[in-house]
């Protein structure tokens, strides 16, 4: 709900209020963010500062900018921190001094060539330069389902000459003095979203200079009062619908508040006469609950308000993805082979990843040559789709279009086809085709369509496997250079646009090397992605809990992979690997034919299990429980409180543990819920020589008389089933089944590996 009295601006949604106002001078004061308050009255009480000693400035209407809390602040006029806008106007100057014009409520208002979240209801408040024809509109958006609230700026140049943009910002949040930490999420390839928090003070920064919202940096942070944790304190979340170079600023003044702002990375726009420039579009949540808190808000906002289209609500398929199979080897035959095996398994999907085109024998070649490799696959790729669909699987399809090999066709035809200099880093053997020409993304448009309609393609993984570098564009003058990174995400988004609305019923999953390109600007053309090219057990779930802070654990793509691991050389139990990837979008990176005949059952079973809780495991609110060191604690929990799934992942086994209960979340406290967990086999292989003490026969390690006992000797296997209320799961806990920790092993005992795991399933009981 959006009221707006005497000029005061009250933004509402179910649970969270935000107030500014405009002062008599016309400049915006932000006044609140927080719990909604009852009355609309309640809101209005922040000071306007007239005065301040010392060298602190007055501005013309008496007014001391410095510490006023502010909701478009810009250069000069007394404000010393960081600007929502900053412009070099025709002299050279860039003091700037935005004052209220008039508020509207449009039905619908976007930025510009970008995404923007559905529905929610729009307030734009329009702010005119002092002494230029420069304007300056921000727009809200509420959506109160979610407890969001969305921000953009529009920049308009509405006088007779040039003026630079030099800074647009999404969003800005001043905050009243306070204690603070600022969390945000860090990481490099392979090890995204590694959570940091720190004590805010003085300045600090989240940010992307990569051209891509990158794994260094996640868009996604939040600002919590000293001493909030997970399931308690005040909690301000911040993201951003952008996939390009990000920036977001933390500053503590000189009079302890705090300035939140967040944007597009390093920017400088001429804005000719006539012109305007949009920034994207950002979104921020508060909640009094904590952490967990703010991702009961955000998740639900993804899902309902990022994701958009066929697949909005659509359980996905189950896949099986060639990469770790077969790697750059794919051909014909080892394609509708592997697809067989996916069948066998009970997969949905083959997805045939990078190798297929044209040369593609490793990653030097043919990027941008976008036709399939005649040698690899003789019959063609509609051919190939045909038989692979004959398995009784889907057909998917890794695609990398915004890249370009040196060595490729469309190099040799387009050598200035690239972003930069020829002489520039390179990554991948590949440069980065420059989407600021339209050429070119009509290029990326065309060889994509009549790649997309060549063969029954039910999937695409689009793929994005460097980062931008020397970024100039030779298309553009010299003074337009400060441009490039932005018109390159235009032109991505507007390749999107066209290609997700030709073919709308195609699940695109969106990748760059795993989470290079993980933000809500993606999610909106794409409605999953490939988390991380990690599929490492232990460190997935280090990597998805680092995920679903801000994001619904369905967009994330997970994926079963082989052991010993491909990127950490880790081995870990199947039903590890299986459970930490079913809190996510099931997949198997392997090939599921190598498994030995009980592994295989073991993963036919996994996928009925996972088809079978699909919608919970897929759609449910995740929550993370408590959970001691070394260990974590995830639930899924349905809409209705019916049921809910959770996974126990232990990093290190210990020997002689301690009884430690587990406390659930999300449960409804008057239900009556029957715990069960899944039930896994253990095996003989699992103890090693310790399976000499039980056996009447020599075994040693290795052997096939291993091998045989492991098949035929059926342990008994621990299984939990016990009732009780939400309430007392919550608050009293449970206790699983005591680990094997040295001595002993029975159907009462469970027997617990380093980086091993249980998942537990949850169904309420009508009396
Ligand atoms: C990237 C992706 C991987 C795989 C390879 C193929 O690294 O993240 O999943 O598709 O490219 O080259």
Redesign the pocket.
Known sequence: MILTEKKIFILETNRTGYAFRATDGGVLQHLYYGCRLPRPEDYDSAPVILNQPGNALLDGDGVCREDLLQEAGTVGWGDLRAPLVDVTFPDGGRSCDFRFSHFERPEKAGPEGMPAAVGGETLKVVLKERTHDLYLELYYTVYEDTNVIGRWSRLINDGTETVWVNRLMSQQLDLPVGEYDLVTFRGAWAREMDMLRQKLSGELRWSSNAGVSSNRCNPFAMVCRRGSGEEHGDVWALNLLYSGDHLGTAQVNAYGSVRLTQGMGTLRWELLPGEKLDSPQAVMTFSAEGFNGVSCQMHPFVRRHIVRGYWQDRERPILVNS?EALYFKVSHRKVVSLARNAKNIGAELLVM??GWFQGRSD?SHALGDWKADLKKLPDGLAALAREVNAQGVRFGL?VEPEMISQQSELFAAHPDWILGHRDQAIGRNQYVLDLTRPEVCQYICDSMTALLSSAEISYV?W?M?RILSDVFSPALPADRQGEVAHRYVLGLYRILDELTKAFPEVLFES?A??GNRFDLGMLCYMPQV?AS?NTDAACRSHIQMGYSYGYPQSVLGCHVSDSPNHQTLRRSPLRSRFNVAALGLLGYEMDPGELSSDKIEEVREQVEFYKAHRRLLQFGQLHRCPAGDGECFTMVIAPDGSEAAGVHFVWENQPNPKSVPLYCRGLEGEKLYRITSRSTRPHIMDFGSLANYMSPIRIRSGSLVEKAADRLVKLPQDELELTASGTAFCHRGFYPIQPFGGTGFNGATRLMRDFDSRLYLWAEEKE
Request: negative net charge.
């Open positions: 990469w990843d990078d990653d890794w993984k793929d496997n990748c090397s795993g490939w090219d």
